[in-house]
């Protein structure tokens, strides 16, 4: 007999001890992420062959006190490797772990190759040959502080690794993870089984296989154990074709049905594929459908609900996924009274929104990712007299009304403007802290950052329950939802870009069309507390020559062409923006030589232009200090010079409508008379309604000269 570690992930311990006991090992012991055991040859080719939850099993060779290099030369080389392979095999060490001595892993790696090497050479023997790609034998070290464990991967490869799965959906449960969810899902082999968002079909095809007592490892092609010196050839085809001939067998004898559903149909057809070549196609029923919208198949009856549904590090954007959950909720507590369900996900805020309440529930990883698993009783009562029935009230019922109160007043008011795009919700609620927005029928959600002291989960798990309520009032759908985390900012950092989707719209803001960008930017390209300055812009312009500064999408710009300005000139020290203004006017039929684009940091061009204009608008950062400026910039300590420069650039008969977020900017006024200028705030003028709470962060003067 052999000992024998078999490996598994952190918190499947006793569920594989269990597993290897009904497999005939009298003496499994849990250990961190795995099982020690003791075997016969036999034994190891069983737990080889059946075991669905262990990743690989290692043959302990050696377990020591390793603090350096030498330590680890030294254990290697006890080992006497002629005894385990022939020369003429291929290997390669997997070396996993670090200490204070032996930093690197591929330094381990190949001390222990050289161990291997000499055992051969010493004995005047070929050398084996190093293969990483194509080894006959893996040999396995693991280190941990100053204890190493040393020995010979019996598999060769991760008993994931079934055989059956050529292809696979966007993001697939590995099958030794499939097989431990099932069985912690509390499903029993004569019931029925139903995946409704199966992807490649790992969950229902790894169950079929439990219910026909299909050995998971029946299809794999080679194994570790079959270039040891003590390979038993005679023995393993024995244990193999036993294997094989119940395969068969428990196929025929299997009562219980199998369904597995998705919402692409390229994938149902690779799920079949696979099912095919795991030998339980004639077991399971593929279909297209959606989870959201899923019927209980007639001869599902008592059955267990089994899934792995998207979420946010894998599929999908957050809106609809919360949508998925939530629907999907709804639809098992009225298509499936009397089942069970076991749902497992990353997310707990998400399973929060299937709005049932969990019997039991498991904590286990998905690779490095933390997962819950949680298990349902499906009430048997009607959906009609269900108390789980969620109204759209029980969803954050204060932000929810709130937020339907808004919509009411000032939807009205945009409807009447003829606005596309304007604000239903600015942090209203202390405990609610978004901003949303509406883009004809998109909803754009910004997240402010919550302060340190709240919990992430507390923050989650609020969120969720806006971006819920949210849909619910708005009736907006889900994949029309975008979701941005707003920090404070400094200088114009509001223009990183987040994605490349380009997902563009034309809106519009009183008869002007322009372009915004929902996706790709933390900004959409419109600043909306500025439709009614842009308006005033507009209805200024006419006749006059036209200075757009800080310009961003030239938003302004195509506002003052559109009233009839003689020329613009448009500045901008991003040339993406630049380009952006570009197509603004092009959508608006303003082309020609009389409207003019320069990038530049605008407050070196200001110093160096000489040109003149009738109306200038400027909207620079409260604070800035971008690499690409020679110098920081805050608004309140440097508007005086703003205006020194913008006074030179201004006709005797001009306008500057200079516009700024800070709260509770103070014009210098006794600076400004000296300078010869004079200043009139029209804040509120220009503070439009969805915009009103905001009163602080909205700064409008028309400056000019003295009379």
Not at 100 to 107: L, P
Not at 126 to 143: E, F, G, Q, T
Not at 689 to 704: A, E, Q
């Amino acid at each position: 007999m052999h000992q024998y570690l078999a490996v598994t992930s952190n918190g499947l311990e006793n569920l594989l001890a269990e597993e290897l006991t009904k497999l005939g090992i009298t003496d499994a012991k849990p250990v961190q992420a795995g099982v020690k055991f003791k075997a016969t040859n036999e034994q190891i080719y069983r737990c080889c062959l059946w075991s669905r939850l262990a990743s690989r099993f290692v043959r302990i060779l050696s377990e020591f006190t390793c603090q350096d290099d030498m330590d680890l030369y030294l254990a290697a080389s006890a080992v006497n490797w002629v005894n385990q392979f022939h020369s003429s095999k291929k290997f390669v060490v997997d070396f996993n772990g670090t200490n204070q001595e032996i930093r690197n892993s591929q330094y381990g790696a190949m001390k222990v190759k050289d161990a291997v090497v000499d055992c051969f050479t010493k004995k005047n023997l070929p050398r084996p040959s190093i293969s990483k790609d194509l080894a006959d034998l893996r040999i396995h070290v693991r280190l941990h502080k100053d204890k190493a464990l040393l020995g010979i991967d019996m598999v060769g490869g991760g008993l994931h690794q079934r055989g059956y799965r050529e292809l696979a959906g966007k993001a697939p449960l590995r099958e030794t993870l499939a097989a431990a969810v099932i069985l912690r899902s509390g499903w029993d082999t004569t019931k029925n089984f139903l995946d409704p968002m199966c992807g490649s079909g790992t969950l229902v095809i790894e169950a079929a296989m439990m219910a026909a007592n299909v050995a998971p490892g029946v299809k794999r092609k080679s194994w570790g154990f079959e270039v040891l010196e003590d390979f038993d050839a005679e023995l393993w085809a024995e244990v193999k074709s036993e294997a094989a001939v119940q395969a068969r067998r428990g196929v025929k004898k299997v009562d219980a049905k199998f369904f597995g559903f998705d919402n692409d149909e390229r994938i149902i057809k690779t799920a079949r594929d696979n099912a095919r070549r795991a030998g339980v196609e004639e077991l399971i029923t593929f279909s297209v459908g959606d989870a959201a919208l899923i019927k209980r198949p007639e001869s599902f009856v008592d059955g267990v609900i089994v899934c792995n549904p998207p979420y946010g590090e894998r599929l999908g954007t957050e809106p609809g996924l919360i949508a998925l959950y939530t629907a999907f909720g709804a639809q098992l507590k009225s298509e499936f009274g009397g089942c069970h369900a076991s749902i497992f996900s990353s997310s707990d805020e998400l399973l929060s929104c299937l709005r049932m309440r969990a019997d039991k529930q498991f904590k286990l990883n998905n690779g490095a990712l933390p997962c819950h698993q949680k298990n349902y009783q499906i009430s048997a009562r009607s959906i009609e007299s269900s108390s789980d029935n969620v109204t759209q009230s029980q969803v954050a019922p204060d932000f929810a009304n709130r937020l339907k109160k808004n919509i009411g007043k000032i939807g009205k008011w945009a409807r009447k403007e003829e606005l596309d795009c304007y604000r239903i919700y600015d942090a209203d609620l202390p405990e609610y802290n978004v901003a949303i927005d509406i883009y004809l029928d998109n909803l754009v959600i910004q997240e402010y950052a919550a302060p340190k002291e709240i919990a992430e989960e507390k923050t989650k798990r609020r969120l969720t329950d806006i971006i819920r309520a949210a849909i619910q009032v708005t009736g907006i759908e889900a994949n029309k939802v975008v979701l941005k985390t707003r920090e404070k900012q400094k200088g114009r950092s509001q223009y990183q870009k987040l994605a490349q989707q380009s997902e563009k719209l034309q809106v519009n803001e009183y008869g002007v069309q322009l372009i915004v960008n929902l996706q790709d930017y933390l900004d959409t390209g419109l600043f909306l507390d500025h439709k009614l300055t842009r308006r005033r812009l507009g209805q200024m312009a006419a006749g006059k020559d036209f200075l757009n500064l800080f310009a961003y999408t030239g938003s302004a710009t195509v506002h003052a062409a559109c009233g009839g300005a003689r020329s613009t000139t448009t500045v901008d020290m991003s040339n993406t923006y630049l380009e952006w203004a570009k197509e603004n006017m092009q959508l608006n039929g303003q082309v020609g030589r009389q409207h003019q684009y320069e990038q530049a940091d605008c407050l070196q061009w200001l110093e160096k232009a000489n040109g003149s204009y009738d109306l200038i608008f400027i909207d620079p950062p409260t604070f800035s200090n971008s690499k690409r400026m020679e110098q920081s910039f805050d608004v309140q300590r440097d508007h005086i010079q703003l205006m020194r420069s913008l006074k030179r650039l201004l006709k005797p008969q001009g306008t500057v409508v200079f516009s700024n977020n800070k709260r509770h900017f103070k014009m210098d006024m006794e600076a400004l008379d000296e300078l010869g200028l004079e200043a009139k705030n029209i804040s509120s003028q220009t503070l439009p309604l969805d915009f009103s709470r905001n009163k602080h962060i909205h700064n409008c003067w028309l400056v000019t000269h003295k009379g």
